[in-house]
Each structure stands twice: as structure tokens, then as C-alpha cells.
């Protein structure tokens, strides 16, 4: 008995203690300082005064919520850069609260939160080499910050004076290609700097038509699904100034046109020393082969690139000319097909229902096909609405036109519609747009249809890439139960025909809305489905401690590749 008593009481002490225990403090919020871990810097000129580059600390927020309160202290400390560099704020883009001194910047900024309007969360600065430095003298900018209640992750920039300046030399491959050739990728560069490169990054971006042909160790492939691939080789060495280098005979590259080829495009590029990434071998099996480097038998012609130098930053921080750092080709694959097929839908309800379907394209390849080059529309769905409904909603990309295909200003109600496909349409994507419609009678034998084809006044033509033309076309019908309609027919998909859900409608009715997806879509404005990755600037080889950027397209996809 006592020794159940004792039991219990030991047992009533320790919940007594758990109980009382002090709840846990949440973590600190942790905002986190970006910029470029190293710049190289243009020599002290012997006449004249010292180039100046400009570049850019952030102080990121990153939650909870969308601000944290507080006065921020950033101190840029500028003790290790004395005979080495010059830095100083950028006068083009001010701060207020900044204070200058020989060893420092300091800024103070009152509290911290999402956006916060221009240059409210970042400290931009211009350096230079100091006069009397010597190339390959080194400095080191230290920043830090302070805000009560959180923490901030300092970064550290590494300057050089002089460095790599590698220029990238010309390929000139066939324009015209034709599924399943080759052609050789003979990459060449000289370095035109004051030091050596310990290392480069050949890199090959491509757009889904194209690819290299061959896999090398030291070589990683990022897929971008429909929007192509981008292959990052790094090879180790000592890259010398006045000297050119080439593929090892050992190693060669070729470019591999795919089925998937349409108009496409490379863009290749060389960065110096680039930071350090994932392993090349991550989560892909050894070949036992590595891509090399040897001295070039003569040297590189100096061209001018044809990349646009505000869009050729990849190597900004580790070249001292970025702009001749990267080339482009552009192909047009011959015979390229593409199989379009309209997507309909058979919505069903009463009369006085609002009804939902999803209606557009669906690409079936095998080509990917891109009008980015252009800015043209790769198709048009042309819709006609079936009588007895009445449209309530548009998706944004679609225009109301007359029963003639002439324009129209009422944009509801309307007999027709042409709906722009906009510039990509990647092969087993779906392109649909979401319709809402109210049925206001029943008509015998009420037929409507989509046809997806190229823009033409007044509706479509047959696509000149379309082997098949017998399912560009399709049957839009609506079922009014109690009431006679056809159901759809032909070889288009069509989903099947759901019962009416209770949400309400987005149409100014207060009817029940029924809604139906096309196969594959998922509802909303201007849906798909397939590879919806957007391409990833080359850029991102550049070494910066903090950065990223996302973006969306107009198109929502969903169940395709990530």
C-alpha cells in the first residue's frame, strides 16, 4: 500500500512539474543580408580615373507575417578594403539615415517589411580599385545587422583587383535542323584578363528541341520540362590570360535536335569561377567520363556577341567584361508537326442554371511549339456558343465577336469567341479557358462548337504544323434536362457531364451553377496542363549569397511535370 501511495504521489509530482514547466519561447525571426560574395574590380587605369561598377546588398523579410517592426542597423564595414578598393554609396539611388565614414557605412532603416517601395530594403553602392593598387590585390567587405527581438545572417564580399575576362568564341551551326541530327558544339574562349580563371562553367541552355548530346560527369542537366534544359559543365584548371582553350579531342560536344524541335534556340555561354553549386553527379549514375579542357591550337577571333549585354549578366561578379561571355543560335526544325485538338465540354442543367465548361486546345506533340521569336499567338480557339445559353463570364485571353467573326463591343452575351492560345503551347499541355453560361431555354438539336487554327480575319485556318485536322474541330453542346439537346460528338475529348454543384454562380445569376472541366483541366481562367517550368536565366551561376526570383505566367496547369 505504501508503495502505491508513493508510486502515485511520484506520479502526481511529475505531472505537477510538466504542468508548471514555463511554455517554449518561439524562435527569433532570422532576416537574411544578400549580395555577391566576390566582385572583380578594373584595374587603377595609368591615366584617367578608375572604373566604377555598382552593385547591391538586400535586406530580405521573410516572415511570419508580411512586416517586423523595429529600427534595423546595417553597418557595411569597410576596414579591409584600404588599398585595395574605393566604395561609396550610389548617389543615383539615395538612402536616407546613412552615415559615411574611411572604415564604414552605416544605415539605419525603421522596421521591415514585404516590397516597402523602391529601394527601401537595399543599400546600393559603387566601387572601384583604389589608386595605387596593383592587380591581384584583395580586399573584403564585411555586412552585418541589428534589430532588437531578431536576427540578422551577415554576407561577406571578397574584391579583386584585375581578374578573368573570358570572350566567348563564335559557333556557327546549321540554322535549318531536322529531328534526330547532330551537329558538332566545337566551344572555344580566350582569357583577355589580367588573372587567371581556377575554374569555368560552360553552360548550354536550351530550349526543348535541342539538347546535348552527350552526359559527362562534371556535367549537370537542370530540366525546365516543356521550356527545354539547362547543362552547367565545370571543369578545374588554370585558365591563363592571353591564352585560348577548347574541348579536348576526348570530350567533345554535339547538339541533338528531338522530334520536340520547332524554332528553338541555344544560348551557350563560359562563366570564371563560378560558385559552387550541386554535385554534378547528384542523384544521376557515373559514365566514367569527365568534359575537358586543353590549350586551343589558335586563337579565339574576338566577335561581338550577339546577346543582348543587359540581359548577359551571368558572370557579372567574376568576369571583368560579362558582356562576351555568352552567345545565342536560333534553328528551325524542317517538317516540325504538331497534332492541335480542340477540347470541348457537355455541361448539363435546367433551364435557369448557370452551367461552367472549360474549352480550348490541347497540344498532342510531339513538337513543342514556340512563338517567342515572334510574339505571335500559336493559335486561336474560335467557340461558337449553341442557342438557348447565354455567356455570363469570359476567360481574360478570349474577345466576343459577331455570328460573322466581325467585332463587337458587348463582350457578354455574344454568339462567338476567339481566344488568344498565347506564345507556348508545350506538347501534352492542355489550354483551356473557363466559360460560365446561363441556360435560359431549350432547343432542339442546339450545337455549338471549338475549333482551334492559326488567326485569320473573321475566325481560323488549318495549321500548318497540324497533321490532323479532323479533330481541330469539336461539337460544344449543352444538355438542358427536361429539355431536348444533343450530346457532343466527334473526335475531340470531351469530359463527361456532372450533376449541378450548390455553389453559386460568378454570373449575376442566383441559379445553382453546374460545372464541367475539359479533360485535363482544372478549372479557372486560361488552364493547361503539361511542363509549366519557365526558362531560368543563365545567371544563376553567379555568386550571390542570397537571391532568387519566381515568376508566373497567365496560364494555370496542373497534373503535369513540376
Aim: aromatic share 4%; hydrophobic share 35%; charged share 20%.
Amino acid at each position: 500500500m505504501d508503495k502505491r501511495i508513493s508510486l502515485l504521489a511520484a506520479t502526481g509530482l511529475a505531472a505537477l512539474s510538466l504542468g508548471a514547466a514555463a511554455p517554449a519561447l518561439a524562435a527569433e525571426p532570422v532576416f537574411p543580408l544578400g549580395g555577391p560574395s566576390t566582385l572583380v574590380l578594373q584595374p587603377y587605369p595609368d591615366s584617367g580615373a578608375s572604373k566604377e561598377r555598382s552593385f547591391r546588398y538586400e535586406l530580405a523579410y521573410v516572415g511570419p507575417g508580411n512586416s517586423f517592426p523595429g529600427e534595423f542597423t546595417v553597418t557595411i564595414d569597410l576596414t579591409k578594403t584600404a588599398g585595395a578598393a574605393s566604395v561609396r554609396l550610389d548617389p543615383a539611388k539615395p538612402r536616407p539615415n546613412c552615415t559615411t565614414s574611411a572604415t564604414a557605412i552605416v544605415c539605419k532603416q525603421q522596421g521591415l517589411s514585404v516590397g516597402g517601395g523602391a529601394n527601401a530594403n537595399t543599400f546600393d553602392l559603387l566601387v572601384s580599385a583604389a589608386k595605387g593598387s596593383k592587380s591581384g590585390a584583395s580586399g573584403e567587405i564585411a555586412v552585418k545587422g541589428q534589430v532588437a527581438g531578431a536576427s540578422v545572417t551577415p554576407v561577406t564580399t571578397k574584391l579583386t583587383v584585375g581578374g578573368p575576362d573570358l570572350h566567348l568564341g563564335e559557333l556557327r551551326l546549321t540554322s535549318e535542323v531536322t529531328a534526330g541530327e547532330q551537329q558538332d558544339l566545337p566551344l572555344a574562349f580566350a582569357n583577355r584578363g589580367t588573372l587567371p580563371a581556377r575554374s569555368v562553367a560552360l553552360e548550354l541552355d536550351a530550349s526543348a528541341g535541342v539538347e546535348p548530346a552527350e552526359t559527362y560527369d562534371n556535367c549537370r542537366r537542370e530540366d525546365h520540362g516543356g521550356r527545354g534544359a539547362t547543362t552547367v559543365c565545370r571543369v578545374e584548371g588554370e585558365f591563363l590570360p592571353g591564352e585560348s582553350y577548347q574541348l579536348a579531342p576526348d570530350s567533345p560536344l554535339h547538339l541533338k535536335t528531338t522530334e520536340r524541335a520547332y524554332q528553338d534556340r541555344l544560348r551557350y555561354g563560359v562563366v570564371p569561377d563560378p560558385a559552387p553549386g550541386k554535385d554534378a553527379n547528384d542523384g544521376k549514375p557515373a559514365t566514367g567520363k569527365t568534359l575537358k579542357l586543353v590549350k586551343a591550337s589558335a586563337a579565339v577571333p574576338v566577335t561581338d556577341s550577339n546577346v543582348d549585354p543587359r540581359s548577359a549578366r551571368r558572370a557579372e561578379d567574376t568576369d571583368l567584361n560579362p558582356a562576351d561571355n555568352e552567345r545565342s543560335l536560333e534553328f528551325t526544325a524542317k517538317g516540325a508537326r504538331a497534332d492541335f485538338e480542340a477540347v470541348t465540354a457537355s455541361p448539363s442543367g435546367k433551364v435557369g442554371d448557370t452551367v461552367a465548361a472549360e474549352l480550348g486546345f490541347r497540344n498532342k506533340g510531339p513538337a513543342v511549339i514556340s512563338h517567342l521569336r515572334s510574339g505571335q499567338s500559336v493559335a486561336r480557339t474560335d467557340i461558337v456558343v449553341p442557342a438557348g445559353v447565354q455567356v455570363t463570364s469570359v476567360p481574360p485571353n478570349c474577345r466576343a465577336v459577331n455570328a460573322d467573326g466581325g467585332d463587337r463591343t458587348d463582350q457578354l452575351g455574344a454568339p462567338r469567341y476567339f481566344c488568344d492560345g498565347g506564345l507556348f503551347a508545350d506538347a501534352a499541355g492542355t489550354y483551356t479557358g473557363r466559360f460560365t453560361m446561363k441556360i435560359e431555354k431549350a432547343v432542339a438539336d442546339a450545337k455549338g462548337s471549338v475549333t482551334v487554327g492559326e488567326p485569320v480575319a473573321g475566325g481560323t485556318k488549318p495549321l500548318s504544323f497540324d497533321p490532323v485536322a479532323a479533330n481541330a474541330k469539336a461539337v460544344f453542346a449543352v444538355e438542358v434536362k427536361g429539355g431536348t439537346s444533343p450530346s457532343p460528338s466527334g473526335s475531340a475529348s470531351a469530359s463527361p457531364s456532372p450533376s449541378a454543384s450548390a455553389s453559386a454562380s460568378a454570373s449575376a445569376s442566383a441559379s445553382p451553377s453546374t460545372s464541367v472541366s475539359a479533360a485535363g483541366g482544372t478549372g479557372g481562367n486560361l488552364a493547361s496542363t503539361g511542363s509549366s517550368v519557365g526558362p531560368i536565366a543563365l545567371g544563376a551561376l553567379g555568386a550571390v549569397a542570397v537571391g532568387g526570383a519566381l515568376y508566373a505566367g497567365t496560364r494555370r496547369r496542373s497534373g503535369g511535370h513540376a
